[in-house]
């Protein structure tokens, strides 16, 4: 069965650094998510892509975030100056159509010292 | 409350027991879904139900949803302890790309 795959794992930087963390979403999706999940807190949106374009972000997907597709299979989120409140799961979600079911990823734990 | 709402917070119950969640939205919908997070896991999905669906089925789950009250239930069946987990319900509002998700009901069953 196709699934949604993240990598690293488990990402360690320092306050101020850059990080990227990648996901291959499932091969024949078009809608594409990243999500945050603080420890012990509620899943968050940060933001959709559609069409090689940002769909909809929401308050927390600030200047600091940007996300990419830079190829047929990848798509990315950065993180341009870390801080230590960026701490937390990030997970990533694609879907096949806008009302359909969103597969997630298993998630990229960040850790910002 | 917030946009995708669960209650109960909290909820233990002997194995082969019936696990009935709620969750509750405040603004119209395209579709409701359900997903399970075991401790410090992914999320896994479990059902979707469309706006113009008012049940829904898969295997020992079943989703209702009821737009006219704003809220779905999820009832799971004869539970297992493997169904320990905490449950969500995430919303997409209609005409837009944002899924809310709730704060989630852990469910404990105990064997």
């Known amino acids: 069965e196709p699934e949604v795959t993240q990598t690293p794992s488990h990402q360690v930087t320092q306050m101020g650094q850059e990080v990227i963390l990648r996901c291959v979403p499932i091969s024949n999706h078009l809608y594409f998510y990243w999500y945050r999940q603080i420890l012990g807190q509620k899943v968050e949106f940060l933001v959709s892509f559609y069409n090689n374009e940002i769909s909809e972000k929401s308050e927390i997907f600030d200047d600091q975030f940007s996300v990419e597709r830079p190829d047929g299979s990848n798509f990315t989120l950065k993180i341009r100056s870390t801080k230590l409140e960026d701490s937390a799961m990030y997970f990533c979600?694609?879907?096949?159509?806008?009302?359909?079911?969103?597969?997630f990823g298993p998630g990229t734990r960040l850790t910002v010292t | 409350s917030q946009q995708g709402e669960e209650d109960p917070q909290a909820l233990s119950i002997q194995e082969g027991e019936n696990a009935t969640m709620n969750c509750s939205y405040k603004?119209?919908?395209?579709?409701l879904q359900w997903y399970r997070q075991n401790s410090g896991r992914g999320l896994v999905h479990l059902i979707l139900i469309r706006s113009n669906e008012r049940e829904k089925h898969s295997g020992r789950l079943r989703v209702t949803l009821d737009t006219s009250k704003k809220s779905s239930s999820l009832l799971i069946t004869a539970s297992r302890a493997a169904d320990t987990a905490s449950y969500f319900c995430a919303t997409v509002h209609t005409g837009g790309f944002k899924t809310i998700f709730g704060a989630g009901t852990r469910l404990f069953v105990k064997a």
């Open positions: 603004t119209s919908i395209n579709n």
């Open positions: 979600a694609s879907s096949l159509g806008l009302v359909d079911e969103q597969y």
